[in-house]
Each structure stands twice: as structure tokens, then as C-alpha cells.
């Protein structure tokens, strides 16, 4: 691609996060059909790449922090099917969550730094400057003032009684 050519794809950041949790569960079900499960980290590892490579620029913030969560989500909703087959659904889910985050965090950590390492060299220092000069405006902005409490005047929810008591004639 020649430079200053855009790509013809542009992601939002949740489409970026769709396309990794998309991919991330396509390696779980590679996985278990071919036994490898290799496949589940580099579906996972591939997709976060593509995510960030295609997504706006103005959204790199929003994409750099889910990787840990898709693969988490990812992880959770296949061990939670997995478990509800067994006896004890709490023990085997806790288990499959040990056994399927501990094998693939080398993955996860993989993804996540690739995702940071790119999107560093996209501009999310651009966006992270943006963000603190837009937080620092509003901090200063004047802030209407809130209308102070006015009670109701005195007597408001009695009921009136109109003539005089029976007894006074």
C-alpha cells in the first residue's frame, strides 16, 4: 500500500472487539475439532492485530484496553458450556476458567502488548492528549449553579376548611 493511501476497511472499536471475540471463539471450536489448542491463541492473537490495524484512529483508545476482556468473555462462554453437562457446574466452570486462562495467557499477553505496540504507533498518544485536554475543559468550565432547596410555604398540605365549626353560630 502506498503511503498515505488509506485501506479501504475502517472499524469502529466495537468492531474491532466483535471481530476478536468472533475469531477468539472460531479458534475454541478449531480447537476442540482438530485438538490443537494453539489455535484458540493465535485466532485470538491474529484477530487483535487485524482489529487494530483496521479500526479509526480516533478510536484506538476504546481498543486498546479489551483484549484481556474478549478473551476472558471468550473464555467464559465456552467453559460455561462446557460445564453445564456436568455434575457440579460451579466447580467445573472454576476449573475450566483455571485451566483455559492459565494456558492461554501467554497468548493473551502477546495480544495485548501487540495490540498497545501498534496502536502506540497509530496515535494513541493522540487520542490519550485529547482526551486530557477535553477532561481538563470540562473540569474548568463554570457549572450552573443547582437551585438551592425552597421548602413549600407553611400549610401547603393541610386541607382547608371553608365556613365556621358547627358549635359558633
Avoid at 489455535?39 to 485470538?44: D, K, N, T
Wanted: one cysteine or more; charged letters at 20%.
Amino acid at each position: 500500500m502506498e503511503k498515505g493511501r488509506k485501506p479501504a476497511v475502517r472499524l469502529t472499536a466495537r468492531g474491532a472487539i466483535a471481530l476478536a471475540l468472533v475469531a477468539t471463539l472460531a479458534g475454541y471450536v478449531l480447537a476442540a475439532l482438530l485438538g490443537v489448542q494453539q489455535v484458540v491463541g493465535a485466532a485470538f492473537l491474529v484477530s487483535s492485530l487485524l482489529g487494530v490495524l483496521l479500526v479509526n484512529r480516533r478510536e484506538l483508545l476504546s481498543l486498546v484496553v479489551a483484549p484481556p476482556l474478549v478473551f476472558f468473555c471468550a473464555t467464559l462462554f465456552v467453559e460455561l458450556g462446557r460445564a453445564l453437562g456436568s455434575v457440579s457446574i460451579v466447580q467445573s466452570l472454576a476449573l475450566g476458567l483455571y485451566t483455559s486462562l492459565t494456558r492461554g495467557a501467554p497468548w493473551l499477553f502477546a495480544g495485548s502488548a501487540l495490540v498497545l505496540g501498534v496502536a502506540l504507533r497509530r496515535g494513541l498518544w493522540d487520542n490519550v492528549r485529547d482526551l486530557r485536554a477535553e477532561l481538563k475543559a470540562d473540569a474548568e468550565a463554570p457549572r450552573p449553579r443547582q437551585p438551592t432547596f425552597v421548602p413549600e410555604p407553611e400549610g401547603y398540605f393541610e386541607p382547608k376548611v371553608y365556613g365556621t365549626p358547627r358549635g359558633e353560630d
